[in-house]
């Protein structure tokens, strides 16, 4: 019965699919809307009657559907960012300390403008000489897609800044979103608002958007030519003149005790808001510490979003299985009977490791509280003893991988501990850790390929059609389209997504592979050493990874744990093999470092001690934004070492004398910086 009842729910959302894609991509309707909604109440009967289908799919997830190749690509004038999270005090009293580091200026109160999150999407407007000219989407960060006469629909933001002193040039970013009184109005259309507000900027013809009553608030500077501003309140304040709608909740804030009394504060006004937000982004008001601040790879350091406390909810624990990353990282996970938290039914949770099931004794059968930390990953916080029955049984944390191999809990190379998480100690010859690696290689991080998600690796996985990543750019598309779901545009789409894919920089390639504690600054450092995938291949041969290793020791934000890290995976020949194949497959450019003009071109610096008026990571900075490379050792290829007055290491100074190596003093330093 079950069986049969799961065919046609699944086909019935494979038609609705269907149908989102000839409207919301192709913009051809096939299907009355009176059809549309037949069929969408079909499916929500069947979930209401029958909820095990929740774990399949869900009629919820049905909605709209991302364009393809709809607008032109704009690259961003600056990169939109994501920013980082905070869940509580301890995280915010970490941030204030990192900041504090990074600028050394840790007696100093610093002033932030505390602005709420709104839950939308985010776009970016630019205006020339006061008119605005360009309109873009998030997109990846990097490059956006070309909306301009979709915003041009939302009526309250200015055409033309109407105002006699203004910048050249000024990109100014916003956060669309619909009112949720607006949004019952059309809630039986889409999910929620944000997906609305989705939805509606990404139509092609500016009049369906019209439609939809948008809204917006600006909240950020991107590029400005001349800078026109010295802190982000007055930002926010000039453009409000200016006709620009910002947030009358946005406020200056400093000290701990403050952020803790406005996140309390907001987020007891949350509920009674006219737009949905999910934390309070906190941002270093003086706009000059901001660019000293700069940016890591995804996210700015001078702001962070504080996120409101996660919805909870209780439920009973049905079983405890295990889970396999790409890593080899066994992570336990609790079966829990179906329960709505934060607006999302939660079938499942993570219970982190098996420390982590010994501590708060977790026990299947147990009663237990969930919460969707920062709204995202539901974990269990703890269980409700009072409830426990004699027959909830103890999990034994198995000693085996899925596949059948031993696991281990590995010894920290900086604490000299015992790590919390066990691992495979398989690579690719474990299934579940080669079918994760898939996952990872094809995420937007890595190749980016579009209509290859999770579920699309799991079905061609299971069907024996990808089983190394090779095979992506390899695949029988013949036998794909017999699959249900699969029609001649979407393979022909999938198709053009995997060829673009194939040209790849080889800092993303090096990513891609998933070698443990190589991420993505990890990967861009290795590309600038490699230059080329010629060259980082010759790591593959035995001879001559232990000079490469060694050489890589140098680099600073390399160390011995990467240089482990590499010598395990490259030490296993199924994974030279795999790395190999796929490298066969693609187009590797060479590393470009955009050399920057500077002080210190081509030049390779290292810092010893303690420094007055900035922090060692900002002179790191500084050193690279001005066409330095810094290494993390001394050696022969060494430039300069400079010497901070505060505890410099009298070893490095004596090699650096050694080796007839430039030393430059903290003063002589602020010299050079003119400072």
């Known amino acids: 019965?079950?069986?049969?009842?799961?065919?046609?729910?699944?086909?019935?959302?494979?038609?609705?699919?269907?149908?989102?894609?000839?409207?919301?991509?192709?913009?051809?309707?096939?299907?009355?809307?009176?059809?549309?909604?037949?069929?969408?109440?079909?499916?929500?009967?069947?979930?209401?009657?029958?909820?095990?289908?929740?774990?399949?799919?869900?009629?919820?997830?049905?909605?709209?559907?991302?364009?393809?190749?709809?607008?032109?690509?704009?690259?961003?004038?600056?990169?939109?960012?994501?920013?980082?999270?905070?869940?509580?005090?301890?995280?915010?009293?970490?941030?204030?300390?990192?900041?504090?580091?990074?600028?050394?200026?840790?007696?100093?109160?610093?002033?932030?403008?505390?602005?709420?999150?709104?839950?939308?999407?985010?776009?970016?407007?630019?205006?020339?000489?006061?008119?605005?000219?360009?309109?873009?989407?998030?997109?990846?960060?990097?490059?956006?897609?070309?909306?301009?006469?979709?915003?041009?629909?939302?009526?309250?933001?200015?055409?033309?800044?109407?105002?006699?002193?203004?910048?050249?040039?000024?990109?100014?970013?916003?956060?669309?979103?619909?009112?949720?009184?607006?949004?019952?109005?059309?809630?039986?259309?889409?999910?929620?608002?944000?997906?609305?507000?989705?939805?509606?900027?990404?139509?092609?013809?500016?009049?369906?958007?019209?439609?939809?009553?948008?809204?917006?608030?600006?909240?950020?500077?991107?590029?400005?030519?001349?800078?026109?501003?010295?802190?982000?309140?007055?930002?926010?304040?000039?453009?409000?003149?200016w006709g620009f709608s910002t947030n009358p909740l946005s406020k200056k804030i400093t000290g701990l005790r403050e952020i803790q009394k406005q996140h309390s504060v907001i987020d007891n006004l949350r509920s009674s808001l006219e737009y949905d937000i999910d934390g309070l982004v906190y941002k270093v008001n003086d706009l000059k510490l901001q660019e000293r601040l700069g940016n890591t790879s995804n996210s700015p350091r001078w702001a962070i979003a504080y996120k409101f406390s996660a919805e909870k909810a209780f439920t009973e624990i049905k079983d405890i299985v295990i889970q396999v990353g790409r890593t080899g990282a066994i992570t336990p996970v609790a079966k829990v009977e179906p329960v709505t938290v934060g607006g999302v039914v939660v079938s499942n949770a993570t219970l982190h490791n098996e420390d982590e099931i010994n501590r708060k004794d977790i026990r299947i059968g147990d009663t237990v509280k969930i919460q969707r930390a920062g709204d995202v990953i539901p974990q269990v916080v703890s269980v409700d003893l009072s409830k426990r029955k004699d027959k909830n049984r103890k999990f034994i944390f198995p000693s085996k991988c899925l596949c059948g191999a031993p696991t281990k809990k590995e010894i920290s190379k900086s604490t000299k501990k015992e790590d919390a998480v066990r691992r495979c100690t398989?690579?690719?010859?474990?299934?579940?850790?080669?079918?994760?690696?898939?996952?990872?290689?094809?995420?937007?991080?890595?190749?980016?390929?579009?209509?290859?998600?999770?579920?699309?690796?799991?079905?061609?996985?299971?069907?024996?059609?990808?089983?190394?990543?090779?095979?992506?750019?390899?695949?029988?598309?013949?036998?794909?389209?017999?699959?249900?779901?699969?029609?001649?545009?979407?393979?022909?789409?999938?198709?053009?997504?995997?060829?673009?894919?194939?040209?790849?920089?080889?800092?993303?390639?090096?990513?891609?592979?998933?070698?443990?504690?190589?991420?993505?600054?990890?990967?861009?450092?290795?590309?600038e050493f490699f230059t080329s995938s010629d060259a980082f291949i010759e790591i593959f041969k035995r001879e001559k990874r232990d000079e490469i290793l060694k050489n890589l020791v140098e680099l600073d934000g390399i160390g011995e744990t990467q240089v482990e890290s590499l010598d395990n995976f490259f030490s296993n020949s199924k994974n030279i093999l795999i790395t190999k194949n796929l490298k066969d497959q693609l187009i590797i450019s060479n590393f470009n470092k955009k050399d920057k003009s500077g002080k210190f071109s081509s030049k390779k610096l290292m810092f010893t001690g303690g420094f007055e008026n900035m922090s060692r990571s900002e002179a790191k900075s500084i050193a690279e934004n001005n066409g330095g490379k810094v290494l993390g050792s001394i050696s022969k290829k060494l430039d300069f070492l400079i010497v901070g007055n505060s505890k410099p290491t009298k070893k490095k100074i004596d090699q650096a004398k050694k080796l007839k190596i430039k030393i430059i003093t903290e003063k002589e330093w602020n010299k050079i910086l003119d400072r």
């Open 1 to 241: 019965m079950n069986n049969k009842i799961e065919n046609r729910f699944k086909k019935k959302i494979n038609i609705l699919k269907k149908h989102n894609k000839s409207y919301f991509i192709h913009d051809k309707p096939q299907i009355t809307d009176a059809e549309y909604d037949k069929i969408k109440k079909e499916l929500q009967d069947l979930e209401k009657n029958y909820p095990f289908l929740k774990k399949i799919d869900s009629v919820e997830n049905v909605i709209g559907a991302k364009p393809s190749n709809k607008f032109d690509k704009i690259k961003h004038l600056k990169p939109m960012l994501s920013l980082s999270n905070a869940f509580d005090e301890k995280d915010m009293n970490d941030y204030l300390k990192k900041i504090g580091n990074f600028l050394n200026i840790k007696n100093q109160i610093i002033e932030l403008s505390c602005e709420p999150k709104i839950d939308g999407i985010s776009a970016t407007l630019i205006y020339e000489n006061g008119i605005l000219t360009k309109g873009l989407s998030r997109g990846d960060g990097t490059t956006g897609e070309d909306i301009l006469e979709n915003l041009k629909t939302i009526s309250t933001i200015p055409k033309k800044i109407n105002s006699k002193k203004i910048p050249n040039l000024i990109e100014i970013r916003c956060e669309i979103y619909i009112s949720k009184r607006d949004f019952d109005k059309i809630k039986t259309k889409f999910a929620n608002p944000r997906n609305a507000a989705g939805g509606s900027l990404r139509q092609k013809d500016p009049r369906q958007t019209s439609k939809i009553p948008l809204k917006y608030f600006a909240y950020g500077l991107g590029a400005i030519e001349p800078m026109f501003f010295q802190k982000q309140s007055e930002f926010l304040a000039k453009i409000n003149e």
């Open 426 to 527: 398989k690579g690719y010859d474990c299934k579940f850790i080669a079918k994760e690696k898939l996952k990872h290689i094809v995420s937007k991080e890595a190749f980016n390929i579009d209509g290859l998600g999770k579920k699309v690796i799991e079905q061609l996985w299971d069907l024996n059609l990808i089983k190394e990543p090779a095979d992506i750019f390899n695949l029988n598309y013949e036998k794909i389209i017999r699959l249900e779901g699969w029609g001649e545009l979407s393979i022909k789409n999938l198709d053009k997504a995997i060829n673009k894919s194939k040209k790849i920089t080889l800092d993303k390639f090096i990513y891609s592979i998933g070698i443990r504690h190589i991420g993505q600054e990890n990967a861009k450092i290795l590309a």
